[in-house]
């Protein structure tokens, strides 16, 4: 009988904890709206502690608050903030909403959801902007790579070298850009391709290949092809390491 009214106790205590949790965590997202300074910046700390020490039932309850928060009617500055914290603390639930707000009308709330999903652990995160960046316009293509780019998960990788096939040569760069950043020797073959046909990209793809490790018979190519005097200087310093090893 004692065991029974001590789980009763336990269970009900657990319950107004986690009511009391839900009522502060509602409370702090509607004074993110106040017109007083101090009152937003509190709010802004109880929920960011709030959702760090937040487990289990809790951290679910209250990542779908946050989620349930981001629309068009909330101040925009209060918007960043919310997905901010999906950057920090977020899960694959919150995927389907971030992936949708890089199509958003603003641009700071796209650069905002593409950096939250750039940091977001898991296949959802990673394949949400595989997909964007699939359909992406040339001028939103390279911030999606560079997003994959600092996910540097391998399965991106034959994604990111197709770009470099794009008729844009921000595009192109970007792509060259974001190999460099994965370091791997298996992005040579692609980059030695794409630098016999690139225009103004031709200077990032060269920089790739020489960060990467070109042969001595691309670096020569690029020495005496480059017309940037910086590009020259790591192409002769290429070869003189290759040529003492």
């Given amino acids: 009988l004692f065991s029974m009214k001590l789980f009763h106790f336990v269970f009900l205590f657990s319950i107004s904890v986690s009511l009391a949790s839900a009522t502060e965590i509602t409370s702090s997202l509607q004074n993110l709206s106040s017109d007083n300074h101090k009152v937003q910046t509190e709010a802004r700390n109880a929920l960011k502690l709030d959702f760090a020490d937040a487990e289990g039932a809790d951290y679910l309850a209250m990542e779908a608050e946050i989620i349930g928060q981001i629309d068009d009617d909330l101040p925009l500055e209060n918007r960043l903030y919310l997905i901010r914290l999906l950057e920090w603390f977020g899960s694959s639930a919150s995927v389907p909403t971030l992936a949708a707000l890089l199509d958003d009308s603003d641009p700071k709330v796209q650069g905002s959801a593409r950096r939250a999903l750039a940091s977001i652990s898991g296949d959802e995160a990673r394949i949400a902007l595989e997909q964007a960046l699939r359909e992406a316009s040339d001028s939103q293509a390279p911030a999606l790579l560079d997003a994959l780019a600092y ?89 003189m390491r290759q040529d003492s090893s």
Avoid: C, M, W, Y
């Avoid at 399965?155 to 096939?165: K, N, Q, T, V, Y």
């Avoid at 792509?175 to 031709?202: C, E, N, R, W, Y």
């Fill in 151 to 239: 996910r540097k998960e391998s399965r991106s990788f034959g994604l990111i070298e197709e770009s470099l096939e794009s008729s844009n040569a921000h595009v192109v760069q970007a792509a060259a850009i974001a190999l460099t950043k994965f370091g791997s020797a298996d992005a040579i073959p692609a980059l030695k391709k794409a630098l016999q046909g690139a225009g103004v990209a031709k200077l990032e793809i060269a920089r790739a290949l020489l960060s990467i490790g070109a042969d001595v018979e691309t670096a020569k190519q690029i020495f005496v092809d480059s017309d940037n005097p910086a590009v020259r200087v790591l192409a002769f310093e290429d070869l």
